[in-house]
Each structure stands twice: as structure tokens, then as C-alpha cells.
Nanobody, 123 residues
Framework: QVRLVESGGGLVQAGGSLSLSCAAS??????TGWFRQAPGKEREFVAA????????VYAEFPKGRFTISIDNAKNTMYLQMNDLKPEDTAVYYC??????????????????WGQGTQVTVSS
């Protein structure tokens, strides 16, 4: 049974930092990613990482502020978020897929999802 468990969300002031974690279990993965969803908006791609080799893909908006990484020994993915802005407020979801080939930035290419963790950035 695949499980993805996010942690690390919370409330932070603009300009602050948060680190999210996603503990994955149940199978091996080709890639995992972070998505976010703000109220009234569609789920949005943040970043993804391939577990073999560690190559990464980012959306435009977090480049230079967010860093995605993995610890293969712990089967855990991280998202370090710096210089947070109020518009980063959303529920952040961890997602995973076992197969390669389809674009990593599309949420429907991920069959496994975590429960989400709330990130709130105050101005």
C-alpha cells in the first residue's frame, strides 16, 4: 500500500521560510513532486524530482526561492521554501508516480497523493 505523508506546514510571515517533508512508502518511485492549491484555484505544479539521479523540474514562480530534494535512504522528499510571499498561501500536496514518460508538471500523471499540508504566509 502506497503512503505519502506530508509534514512541515504552518504559519509564517512574508519573507520567512518553511521546510516541507513527504515520507513515502509502499513501492519504489520514478518521481515525486509538490503541487499546491489555493482556495478557488486549480491545483498548481510547484516542483518535481526524479529519484534515480535526482534531476529536478520547477515551475517558474518558485525558481530561486524553493528547493526540492530527496533523501533516498529515508524515502523522503523535501521542499525548502525561502522568501515566502502571501501568494504562496495554499495547501501543499506531495504526489508520486512509478512510471516515466509523461510530463512531471501535470497532476493527472501522478496516481498517488498525500493528504496535504497548509502553508499560510501573512503579509
Amino acid at each position: 500500500q502506497v503512503r505519502l505523508v506530508e509534514s512541515g506546514g504552518g504559519l509564517v510571515q512574508a519573507g520567512g521560510s518553511l521546510s516541507l517533508s513527504c515520507a513515502a512508502s509502499g513501492r519504489t518511485f520514478y518521481a515525486t513532486g509538490w503541487f499546491r492549491q489555493a482556495p478557488g484555484k486549480e491545483r498548481e505544479f510547484v516542483a518535481a524530482i526524479r529519484w534515480s539521479g535526482g534531476s529536478t523540474v520547477y515551475a517558474e514562480f518558485p525558481k530561486g526561492r524553493f528547493t526540492i530534494s530527496i533523501d533516498n535512504a529515508k524515502n523522503t522528499m523535501y521542499l525548502q521554501m525561502n522568501d515566502l510571499k502571501p501568494e504562496d498561501t495554499a495547501v501543499y500536496y506531495c504526489a508520486a508516480r512509478g512510471e516515466f514518460g509523461a510530463p512531471l508538471y501535470l497532476p493527472y500523471n501522478y496516481p498517488y497523493w498525500g493528504q496535504g499540508t497548509q502553508v499560510t504566509v501573512s503579509s
